[in-house]
């Protein structure tokens, strides 16, 4: 025999799952948010710190494409004297440690992901620029809230946003003025923005699939729309259902109707032809005197 408050107390306990679901949830979303707006304001401070370079000499690029991702974009790529760098901005709370041997961490985290990342970045620039020595193009991390003097892990630079510009400008000279404005406009080309293709809306139940096959080269034949062809037929064939009942149950009103739309849009032209024809037939006898 159930005790009283037994059934309440069971949807109590699934209301109290749910709503811890739904709070966990909502913790997920709020950390995400936070981690987007503090990589905005990051990537917003190095921009500010590099916007010096442009007189010096040097082309900035924020926020492009990264070749070959389409969902992932490059923070920053410098063309310059000093060569090609792309630069990968981390704006991280807490304790940052750089080291040699412990690698890049942060709060004891190992950040290898990241290395690798840039190093991925790198590679992906290589390819644009085929013409320029491997050594002229250079991958950075830029801790944006962290003062750290620039440190070489595994080929890429790690280097705190106060000591960025000054290590940019201490970098060898190996490309001329002409050669920068050169890679800058084949970069600038390659790593532009594209429009997103649209993703096409998973059928549903009861709903078919989008048709979002693309013609083929050369046709002129337009694309196949089988659900607005589909409501047309019905339509059509609504419409002859109503003309063929009014036949059945209203023949003399139906007749009166036609006939009238005879007389007074079939009949006028067919004076008109008339007319026309006996304008234009010869008399084969002369007129009388």
């Known amino acids: 025999m159930s005790t009283a408050g037994h059934g309440a107390r069971q949807q109590q306990a699934a209301a109290r799952r749910s709503v811890e679901e739904a709070e966990r949830k909502l913790a997920a979303a709020r950390a995400r948010e936070h981690a987007w707006s503090a990589g905005a304001a990051g990537e917003e401070q190095v921009a500010d710190t590099l916007a010096g370079l442009a007189q010096l000499g040097w082309v900035v690029l924020h926020d492009v494409a990264w070749p070959g991702r389409a969902r992932a974009n490059l923070d920053h790529v410098l063309i310059g004297p000093g060569g090609v760098?792309?630069?990968?901005?981390?704006?991280?709370?807490?304790?940052?440690?750089?080291?040699?041997?412990?690698?890049l961490r942060s709060n004891g985290y190992r950040k290898t992901k990241e290395i690798e990342a840039v190093q991925t970045a790198r590679q992906a620039l290589l390819t644009l620029v085929p013409a320029l020595p491997p050594e002229v193009v250079a991958g950075l991390i830029c801790l944006a809230a962290q003062d750290q003097e620039p440190v070489l892990l595994d080929g890429v630079v790690v280097v705190g946003r106060g000591q960025l510009l000054q290590h940019v400008l201490q970098r060898s000279a190996v490309l001329g003025a002409q050669a920068v404005m050169e890679t800058a406009m084949t970069l600038?080309?390659?790593?532009?923005?594209?429009?997103?293709?649209?993703?096409p809306a998973q059928a549903g139940p009861g709903r078919a699939p989008r048709n979002?096959?693309?013609?083929?080269?050369?046709?002129?034949?337009?694309?196949?729309?089988?659900?607005r062809s589909a409501r047309a037929g019905v339509l059509?064939?609504?419409?002859?259902?109503?003309?063929?009942?009014?036949?059945?149950?209203?023949p003399d009103e139906v007749w009166r109707a036609y006939m009238s739309v005879v007389t007074a849009v079939v009949t006028p032209v067919a004076d008109d032809l008339t007319q026309d024809l006996l304008g234009n037939v010869v008399p084969t006898t002369a007129p009388a005197p």
């Open 85 to 103: 760098l792309v630069v990968d901005t981390k704006n991280w709370s807490g304790t940052v440690t750089v080291d040699t041997d412990r690698g």
């Open 188 to 199: 600038g080309t390659a790593l532009r923005r594209q429009p997103q293709d649209r993703i």
């Open 212 to 227: 979002t096959a693309k013609p083929r080269a050369g046709s002129t034949r337009p694309r196949k729309r089988p659900a």
């Open 236 to 250: 059509k064939l609504a419409a002859f259902g109503v003309v063929l009942g009014a036949l059945v149950l209203f």
